[in-house]
């Protein structure tokens, strides 16, 4: 997990938080679950789930059981802060 995505997730009330470390961890043993999307128009392939209004964007790095939490945030805002996270 980034430190972007920990800061994020400091941020929700508890409830919240502890929801979506239970999918992000969920991640671990089943890297695409079902409700699981992959985004189109990035290099490596890079999915995300929703909980709720709120997303989590991911990627398996080199094919491996790397998996790196990119953004968790709300659906109105994550896309836009994925764009600048990755143009960085």
């Not at 079902?34 to 189109?40: E, G, N, P, T």
């Not at 929703?50 to 659906?75: K, P, S, T």
């Amino acid at each position: 997990m980034t430190h972007r995505v920990q800061k994020a997730l400091e941020k929700l009330e508890r409830k919240l938080r502890v929801e979506l470390l239970k999918k992000i961890h969920a991640l671990a043993q089943l890297p695409i679950p079902r409700d699981a999307r992959k985004l189109l128009g990035y290099q490596s392939p890079t999915y995300r789930i929703r909980h709720r209004d709120f997303r989590i964007v991911y990627r398996l790095e080199n094919g491996q059981m790397i998996l790196l939490v990119l953004v968790v945030g709300n659906r109105r805002d994550v896309y836009k802060e994925l764009d600048r996270l990755l143009s960085d």
